[in-house]
T-cell receptor
Framework: AQTVTQSQPEMSVQEAETVTLSCTYD???????LFWYKQPPSRQMILVIR??????QNATENRFSVNFQKAAKSFSLKISDSQLGDAAMYFC????????????????FGKGTKLSVIP | GAVVSQHPSRVICKSGTSVKIECRSL??????MFWYRQFPKKSLMLMAT?????????EQGVEKDKFLINHASLTLSTLTVTSAHPEDSSFYIC????FGTGPYNEQFFGPGTRLTVL
């Protein structure tokens, strides 16, 4: 079974600064997808960014980018020019690319990192 | 973007009663829906996966008879917490997989339902 580890329960960043959230995972599969989700105080899960394992290029979405190191099984999220609205819980998630039966498409989540943004 | 709604957003009930939570995909067809439970300051725990027209697949440790899931159409799945007890109090989140999103088969999440059992 796959596992996702987020080793930083809490992080803080000064507004306009850059912060990196860590995520490592364990899998024996070669093809998979990785995601970062944001959960603000409203509790609505919002997809921040996603990465396909077979793509070497790191995904980027505006101020959000990832550092995907497949060999190291690492998938960190970098938030540039942090804004107050970035304050939230951030979850790293893994999904297998293998489609087999009812368990397909399931996401495995890490425990989350609570990000605070200091004005 | 794809929208998933949940109803109710908050429910308070007495111990021993049953509560039904609805999850709807508003602008897409959801072949698969997922139900999660989230405790305060914790991650999401997958409870079950439901496919339209078939029985739900429950994760280990989740009581099928307590958490009844019905996925009767491509836009609606329901979770019924039967004979609810205080320990069932939690935040329940559903997500729906958009059949037409290509290789990512992205899940879209509902806003969640806060269940409090007195």
């Amino acid at each position: 079974a796959q596992t996702v580890t987020q080793s930083q329960p809490e992080m803080s960043v000064q507004e306009a600064e850059t912060v990196t959230l860590s995520c490592t995972y364990d899998t024996s599969e070669s093809d998979y997808y990785l995601f970062w989700y944001k959960q603000p105080p409203s509790r609505q899960m919002i997809l921040v960014i996603r990465q396909e394992a077979y793509k070497q290029q790191n995904a980027t979405e505006n101020r959000f980018s990832v550092n995907f190191q497949k060999a190291a099984k690492s998938f960190s999220l970098k938030i540039s020019d942090s804004q107050l609205g970035d304050a939230a819980m951030y979850f790293c998630a893994y999904r297998s690319a293998v489609i087999l039966g009812a368990g397909s498409y399931q996401l495995t989540f890490g425990k989350g990192t609570k990000l605070s943004v200091i004005p | 973007g794809a929208v998933v709604s949940q109803h109710p957003s908050r429910v308070i009930c007495k111990s021993g009663t049953s509560v039904k939570i609805e999850c709807r995909s508003l602008d897409f067809q959801a072949t698969t829906m997922f139900w999660y439970r989230q405790f305060p300051k914790k991650s999401l725990m997958l409870m079950a996966t439901s496919n339209e027209g078939s029985k739900a697949t429950y994760e280990q440790g989740v009581e099928k008879d307590k958490f009844l899931i019905n996925h009767a159409s491509l836009t609606l799945s329901t979770l019924t917490v039967t004979s609810a007890h205080p320990e069932d109090s939690s935040f329940y989140i559903c997500s729906a997989r958009d059949f037409g999103t290509g290789p990512y088969n992205e899940q879209f999440f509902g806003p969640g339902t806060r269940l409090t059992v007195l």
